[in-house]
C-alpha cells in the first residue's frame, strides 16, 4: 500500500494541535510561570525608562513612563497569555490604584511577611489571580517616591502633584513594600493558549 503523501507532516500536524490534558495544577503552574514573566519584564522597563527619562528630560519627561502595565511590550504578552494586570497600593499615587478588599489582604500579607513571593489561586471555575509584592529594589525610583527634600525634590514633588493632587506615594526607602501587582488569566484563554488555539474568552480587553 502506497503510504499517503506528506503524511509525516500531517500526523505532526494533528499531534502538534491535540488537546492537552489539563489539571486544576497544570493550569495554576503555569499562570505562576507567565505571571513571573510578565511581572519581569514590566519592571525591567519600567526601571530602564524612567532612568533613560530622567536623564534625558528630568520629571516631567519621566512621569508619563511609570505606568509599565500599560508598555506595548507587557501588554502584547498579557495578550498573549491571557491576562489583564494592574498595580495596587495602600498609598497609591494614582487612587484608582488603591488597594481594596482581597487585594488589600493579599498586600497586608506581604507587609505582614506571611507571604514573600509571588502566589496563585483560583478565584472562580473561570479566572485564576495572581499576586506578587512590588518592592523598591532600584534607588532611581527614590527620585519619585523617596523623601521630599532629600531624594525627592521639592520642584518634582509639585510637579508630581499638579497630575496627581492626592499622591500618597512618597516617603518610601530602598527595600519598602509599594504595593502589589495582581493579573488575573481567563482559564479559557490561558488553556487555549497552551493547546495552540484560537483565543476563547469574550473577556473584553
Not at 500500500?1 to 509525516?8: L, R
Not at 513571593?117 to 485564576?128: K, N, Y
Not at 530602598?174 to 487555549?192: H, I, S, Y
Request: aromatic fraction near 6%; charged fraction near 25%; glycine fraction near 6%.
Amino acid at each position: 500500500m502506497k503510504p499517503i503523501e506528506g503524511g509525516k507532516e500531517i500526523a505532526q500536524e494533528l499531534e502538534r494541535h491535540k488537546i492537552k490534558r489539563l489539571t486544576q495544577q497544570d493550569i495554576i503552574n503555569t499562570a505562576q510561570k507567565y505571571g513571573d514573566s510578565i511581572v519581569v519584564t514590566a519592571e525591567r522597563l519600567h526601571v530602564q525608562r524612567l532612568t533613560e527619562h530622567l536623564a534625558q528630560g528630568g520629571m516631567a519627561a519621566a512621569l508619563p513612563y511609570c505606568q509599565p502595565e500599560s508598555f506595548e511590550e507587557v501588554e502584547t504578552q498579557q495578550h498573549k497569555f491571557g491576562a489583564i494586570s494592574r498595580r495596587f497600593s495602600e498609598r497609591p499615587r494614582n487612587p484608582q490604584n488603591q488597594a481594596k478588599g482581597a487585594t488589600a489582604q493579599a498586600l497586608a500579607r506581604y507587609s505582614k511577611g506571611q507571604e514573600q513571593q509571588a502566589t496563585v489561586e483560583a478565584l472562580s471555575p473561570d479566572e485564576i489571580r495572581y499576586t506578587a509584592p512590588i518592592y523598591l529594589r532600584d534607588e532611581t525610583c527614590l527620585s519619585c517616591h523617596g523623601t521630599v527634600g532629600q531624594n525627592l525634590s521639592e520642584a518634582d514633588d509639585s510637579l508630581i502633584k499638579q497630575k496627581y493632587p492626592q499622591d500618597q506615594a512618597v516617603g518610601y526607602k530602598a527595600g519598602d513594600l509599594m504595593g502589589v501587582w495582581e493579573l488575573t488569566f481567563d482559564k479559557l484563554d490561558l488553556v487555549a493558549f497552551l493547546n495552540d488555539q484560537p483565543k476563547k474568552s469574550r473577556r473584553p480587553r
